[in-house]
């Protein structure tokens, strides 16, 4: 069954730029039915839906996000990446990973999360 | 964006006792294949969230049978038939019918 493990720095300064990665393994990336998201949750609260993208860069985007976040994929290294911009505290997470079954309307497998913390 | 509201937001129960969880979306969930894209998912204590139901009644694969979804438009509920001590955590519902994918506030289940 496919897993997915994010990785990236733990700690960003306020102003910079967040970015992190996932690496699918037992799931190709090409698979057309997915897409490949990104759902973060700060310390002690929800869940927060941030975006999704497919094999061939079809993305949707959190309207409230949109201005920062860019979603990409790397089919070759079977990954898909996040980076959000001008960072503050607000963006303390742990960030996971997810895939999207479009049929299914559903994010069936999630990465285990990290947490992003932005601090000077 | 479409604004999902659960309740309660905490919910103590005693083992072997059923439970229920609401979950009200601001607009129909039901598209126009038929089917109602409102997913719930469980998120155990230091776990990431893991797929309970989706398309509003369909349960995961893995998932016991003492675990229901039911409901259609705006109006949903999750149902645990007989509550076990390995079903705490905090529950979300989430809808995927259109762009930001909302998710409720969350419930949490405690053994009583």
């Known amino acids: 069954q496919p897993q997915l493990q994010e990785s990236g720095p733990g700690l960003v300064k306020p102003s910079e730029t967040l970015s992190l990665t996932c690496t699918v393994s037992g799931d190709s990336i090409s698979n057309t039915i997915n897409y490949w998201g990104w759902i973060r949750q700060p310390p002690g609260k929800g869940l927060e839906w941030i975006a999704n993208i497919n094999y061939s860069g079809n993305a949707y985007y959190s309207p409230s996000l949109k201005s920062r976040v860019t979603i990409s994929v790397d089919t070759p290294k079977n990954q898909f990446s996040l980076k959000l911009s001008s960072v503050t505290a607000a963006d303390t997470a742990v960030y996971y990973c997810a895939r999207y079954n479009w049929n299914q309307g559903n994010s069936d497998y999630w990465g285990q999360g990290t947490l992003v913390t932005v601090s000077s | 964006d479409i604004v999902m509201t659960q309740s309660p937001l905490s919910l103590p129960v005693t083992p072997g006792e059923p439970a229920s969880i609401s979950c009200r979306s601001s607009?129909?969930?039901?598209?126009?294949?038929?089917?109602?894209?409102l997913v719930w998912y469980l998120q155990k204590p230091g776990q990431s969230p893991h797929l309970l139901i989706y398309l509003g009644s369909d349960r995961a694969s893995g998932v016991p049978d003492r675990f229901s979804g039911s409901g259609s438009g705006t109006d949903f509920t999750l149902s645990i038939s007989r509550v076990e001590a390995e079903d705490v955590g905090v529950y979300y519902c989430?809808?995927?019918?259109?762009?930001?994918?909302?998710f409720g506030q969350g419930t949490k289940l405690e053994i009583k």
């Open positions: 989430m809808q995927a019918l259109q762009a930001p994918h909302t």
């Open positions: 607009q129909s969930l039901l598209h126009s294949n038929g089917f109602n894209y």
